[in-house]
Structure formats: C-alpha cells, structure tokens
C-alpha cells in the first residue's frame, strides 16, 4: 500500500481498540481519499485542539472546519483566563490552499487566511505520537456568550500537542487522542502561558448540519482519560487508563445541572462511575444555535480529570 493513504483503522479486540497504520485499502476512509473534483457537495473536515490548566482555571480551545466544495471555512475560538472570557465564531473564512486536506498522510496540515478578520494553522505529524500545533490570530469578544462574527479584541494562540496514547478511530471518519498541552496566549490583557491536559481530533467526510441531539463528555488526568458520548442509536467513546484504550459500550449521563452523575460501561464489562463538577459555562453560535460547553471537574473511579461537557439539544 502506499503510504500516502496512510490512515489509522481500528478494530476492537477483546474490549481493546487496535490501531494498524497500514490497513488494506479497503479499510481505509473512503472521504479521505476523494480527488478534490470528485468530492460531494457535503464533503467537510474538522479538526480541534484544546487545553487546560491542571486546575481547569485557564484553557484554550480551537476549531476550524474546512469545506473544499465551497472554498471556504469556520473558526471558533475560545480562552478563558480565570475570569476574562475571549470567545469568537467565524464563518466563511477564506481558505489558505484550496482542495481537500490528505489526513490520510503521515502529516497534514488545516489552514484559513482572512486578513481582514482572521488567520489559523493548525498541523499535526503522525508517526510515533501525535504531535499537533496551533497557530492562531483573531478578533474576538471579551464574552462568554458572544454573537456571531469578529470582535473586537486581538488574540493569538501558539500551541503544542503531544499524545500520550494511539489515536483513537471512534467513529469511521472522527479520531480522537488525548495528551498534554502546552500554550502561548497574547490577549489585551497580556502575554499568558496554558499547561496542562490537552485533546485533538479530526473528523472528515460528507457533513449534515448538526441535527441528532447528544451529550459529549471529556475529561483527562496525567495517565487517564474518558470520551463518552451518549446518543442515539448508539453512544461512542473510549476510556484510556492501564496504557490501554478500551471501548465504551453504555453511557449514562445526568441532565445538565451544576453536578451531574455519570455511568460508563466499557467493552470489556468494566465500569466507571464519577460525577461532573461545573467551572464555568460558555456558548459558541453556530449555525444560528448556541453550542454549550461547560469546562468541569470530575472525580470517578479511575481517577480525578478535568475536561468539558457539551450538550447539544438537536
């Protein structure tokens, strides 16, 4: 096989998710490997970056959504210093290269460029661990809950990923990997610095506009972590603790409260039971909703993290 359709595939063993970099062909994601003249109106790719402070204090997210058909993107993005909130969500942003991004290679690069309003590169390189970076200026709103569009407040974000387990292939175009984070911020108010746990995935293939109602619950510590995502039909996720990633298999989350209690059941019959302690609240409008997050504590029984809960009502 030759290795620009490099992928990652995944199969459950035993309760465990396998990573084979070099799958047949036929395993690989039939939405990576579209010729950018074949590819569907719908055709999207995501990715995102995230961290936070051990303490969950201070964190940085950020998104960035290509859609090649239509040459253009969105970008959404967030810090939080204690209590100074900068928040902004951009759509049809101006694409940087035109054509789809080959995250069927070993590295890949997502980038928009809008002088006016905007510019983000967001690049991963994926032999061994993962290892993602952020550059990233915008103009946005001193506000947890901001309109649509710039603000008027610069910020950049210089970010590092490192993974500290294989990707994870939760959904047949979405992967998912947890690590630690390390950040550079620049806001009116300074120059600030993030470190701490730290999440990316990626996501690619034809993309309806968010419809199906879900629970999206991450949360990671030095040597262990949990997604869990509880919808319909079927919830996803995986938990990573022992060195190991194992499916989930239920997911069982309270409605959204300041506490929230949750059950997940893994492949292999294990268990985890927690609950979620609320830091803060935000909202990001998109396609002319509010996108909650919350940014938690959670104790549980494999440990005490820190990560976000997003509900998304459909």
Request: proline share 6%.
């Amino acid at each position: 096989m030759d290795r620009r359709q490099f992928v990652i595939v995944t199969a459950a063993v035993g309760g465990r998710l396998l990573l084979d970099p070099f799958a047949p062909f036929a395993a690989l994601r039939a939405a990576a490997t579209q010729s950018a003249d074949a590819l569907s109106p719908a055709y999207a790719e995501s990715v995102e970056i995230s961290g936070l402070s051990e303490d969950g204090t201070s964190e940085f997210e950020v998104r960035l959504a290509r859609f090649p058909p239509h040459s253009s993107g969105t970008l959404w993005a967030t810090v939080c210093l204690a209590d100074q909130v900068y928040n902004v969500a951009l759509d049809e942003v101006r694409l940087a290269v035109p054509g789809r991004t080959h995250v069927e290679e070993a590295d890949a690069r997502f980038e928009v460029s809008d002088a006016s309003r905007a510019s983000a590169r967001l690049e991963r390189h994926r032999e061994g661990p993962l290892i993602g970076s952020a550059r990233v200026a915008v103009s946005a709103h001193r506000s947890v809950d901001p309109p649509s569009g710039a603000g008027s407040e610069a910020v950049t974000i210089d970010a590092r990923f490192e993974s500290a387990h294989a990707p994870v292939q939760v959904l047949p175009a979405r992967l998912e990997v947890m690590g630690r984070v390390s950040a550079t911020v620049r806001t009116p108010s300074g120059l600030f610095t993030i470190a701490g746990p730290g999440k990316w995935h990626e996501q690619t293939g034809n993309r309806p506009r968010f419809a199906a109602a879900f629970t999206y619950l991450t949360a990671t510590g030095r040597d262990h972590g949990l997604l869990a995502v509880e919808r319909q039909p079927a919830p996803f996720g995986f938990a990573w603790m022992g060195g190991e990633t194992l499916k989930v298999k239920a997911v069982k989350i309270a409605p959204p409260a300041d506490r929230r209690a949750f059950t997940v059941e893994l492949e292999d019959g294990r268990r985890i039971e927690g609950e979620t302690r609320t830091i803060r609240t935000i909202s990001t409008p998109i396609e002319g909703q509010r996108r909650p997050s919350a940014t938690i504590q959670v104790t549980s029984t494999i440990g005490d993290m820190i990560g976000h809960i997003n509900d998304w009502t459909g």
